[in-house]
């Protein structure tokens, strides 16, 4: 739990100095978010190992707590901070908000993901509140009520098909979300008499998403509003980037009656690097999240077999920005993954009709 901690909590420090002071700091903020993770993964082992299956984590609930107020009192400061008569030079300004932006996309998506996976209501309103925050609230919905339920289907907007750039993904899967997610929502009110007596979920993230930018205009006026829808769709590029990193070119088949096969390993696209995997709360070992997903982040397995990134989610992320050398990387590993199963199948089959 250390290692987690002081993997999410620099960065936030590293910015709110930048945020306050400029100068060297907002090159140390961006630093840590680009530079010092690549560094540190090259330098440690890759990180295969798994926590003991009865291992308790006391710390990991405060420490996305801690992460989740960090997040928010973030955003109030850099959406401060742009406005005029900050002390700050435009160069200082921009450092902040890139640093910023990855820290939004990078650290508190994973921790927002966390708490909307928790049972606790208190816990699924903080992570509810940061992605509203980031004018994203529906994803809340959307991951829980779609991605999770659909995952490697062509029901999910968020699984990348084979072949299909990044670039296209987005422009499909950004307002695919949103539309399914409302669908979704909608239908589970009309099946129950207790979820119509509670406001919609999408009025909370519409709402909240408006509250947010006139919050944004009394902190830093029109500048600090436009501030914050900038960082915001970074932030928010970042995460689609992650959805396309981990799912792509990987299908559930479907069985003799059409339903898709139930969700496995084989699934979601793993990358084992400690120091990113710390920095991300163990979002790399999507796999097993995908299995199980109330396992707590520090408790997170992954097996050999597993499908595995040739690196780091943040640096194929730089990777998918490039359509063509994704895709040089990464179909033949989608392919041969394919022809394995493919071969595994044919295997079974053959052995049952043996026996």
Not at 34 to 46: K, M
Not at 137 to 153: D, E, F, K, M, N
Not at 286 to 307: G, K
Request: hydrophobic share 50%; charged share 15%.
């Amino acid at each position: 739990m250390s290692f987690f901690a002081l993997a999410t909590l620099l960065p936030f420090a590293l910015t709110v100095m930048a945020a306050l002071h400029g100068g060297a700091w907002g090159w140390l903020a961006l630093g840590a978010m680009t530079v010092l993770i690549v560094v540190l993964d090259r330098l440690t082992a890759r990180h295969t190992r798994n926590a003991d299956p009865a291992a308790e984590f006391p710390a990991a609930t405060p420490l996305l707590i801690v992460l989740g107020i960090m997040h928010l009192l973030l955003l109030a400061l850099i959406v401060r901070s742009s406005g005029s008569n900050t002390g700050l030079d435009t160069s200082e300004k921009l450092l902040t908000g890139i640093a910023a932006g990855m820290i939004f996309g990078q650290i508190s998506h994973p921790v927002a993901h966390e708490l909307i996976h928790r049972p606790a209501r208190g816990l699924r309103l903080l992570g509810r509140v940061m992605y509203t925050s980031l004018l994203v609230g529906h994803h809340a919905s959307a991951h829980l009520r779609v991605h999770h339920v659909h995952v490697g289907t062509e029901k999910d907007p968020s699984s990348a098909r084979l072949g299909e750039g990044f670039y296209r993904f987005a422009l499909r899967a950004a307002p695919g979300a949103f539309m399914a997610g409302l669908r979704a929502e909608s239908r589970l009110r009309a099946k129950g008499e207790a979820a119509r007596r509670r406001p919609h979920p999408y009025v909370f993230h519409v709402v909240g998403a408006i509250l947010t930018v006139i919050a944004a205009l009394l902190l830093g006026g029109l500048v600090g509003a436009g501030f914050l829808v900038a960082v915001s769709l970074y932030a928010q590029i970042q995460m689609l980037l992650s959805d396309y990193v981990q799912h792509y070119g990987l299908r559930r088949r479907a069985r003799p009656d059409g339903t898709p096969e139930p969700v496995g390993p084989q699934h979601s696209w793993n990358a084992p690097f400690r120091y990113s995997s710390a920095l991300t709360l163990n979002a790399p070992r999507h796999s097993d999240h995908h299995v199980a997903p109330s396992r707590p982040y520090p408790a997170l397995r992954f097996d050999a077999e597993m499908p595995v990134l040739p690196a780091s989610v943040p640096v194929m992320a730089v990777v998918a920005l490039v359509p063509p050398l994704w895709r040089r990387i990464m179909d033949p590993r989608c392919e041969r993954l394919s022809g394995a199963r493919n071969f595994a199948t044919r295997g079974r089959g053959m052995k049952n009709r043996l026996a």
